[in-house]
């Protein structure tokens, strides 16, 4: 009941930002990839580390690492200067009997702290292939609520993100069904093109 009422809060909390944003201005487009002429993806392609801490005890805290894509938002485009950009990022975390490949997306709403300084936030899907030893591979469905910080020295950036993941339940060979949710520290690096 806590993880569902922590998941509520999260969403409710996400649209009435959303909501808040897109009444300040007459911005708001849809398809902005189809129906503004000015729109560019702003690619950004990074390498990640996460240490993951596990909410269950016999799980290993560990390392994963991977890889992100970000572009700005080919939906939607929230109104002023502040861009909506997603965040597509694959992660392989190994440690303790237990192999979890990771692949999630993560919207983020950033805005401005200074000028190479931005503050991004919001909420994220995903899936998660966990393969422990003694058990055959499960598919869990994942959600995420996060934020972090980018700075940028010319096209390159460095950040860090604090991200929770809930995860659906499945039997990953304990004999019932379990998750794996998990609260994230990412580092990044990479390049804006």
Do not use: H
């Not at 965040?87 to 237990?98: A, E, H, I, N, P």
């Not at 499945?170 to 004999?175: A, D, I, R, V």
Request: glycine share 8%.
């Amino acid at each position: 009941m806590l993880k569902l009422s922590k998941l509520l809060t999260t969403f409710a909390a996400t649209a009435v930002l959303s909501s808040t944003l897109c009444a300040q201005s007459d911005e708001w487009k849809f398809l902005p990839v189809f129906n503004d002429e000015t729109w560019k993806a702003n690619f950004e392609v990074a390498a990640v580390a996460n240490y993951l801490v596990f909410e269950r005890n016999e799980l290993d805290n560990g390392f994963a690492y991977g890889v992100e894509l970000s572009f700005d938002c080919p939906v939607f485009t929230l109104p002023g200067n502040n861009p909506l950009r997603q965040q597509l990022s694959v992660s392989r975390y190994d440690k303790g009997g237990l192999v979890m490949t990771m692949i999630e997306m993560n919207p983020y709403y950033f805005v401005d702290l200074s000028k190479d300084l931005v503050l991004g936030f919001g909420p994220g899907l995903g899936a998660i292939e966990a393969n422990p030893d003694n058990a055959k591979s499960q598919w869990l469905f994942t959600l995420q609520a996060g934020a972090g910080l980018k700075y940028y020295i010319d096209d390159f950036l460095i950040g860090a993100d604090v991200r929770y993941q809930w995860t659906a339940e499945k039997n990953l060979g304990s004999g019932s069904e379990v998750g794996v949710d998990n609260t994230r520290l990412l580092f990044k690096a990479g390049y804006r093109f």
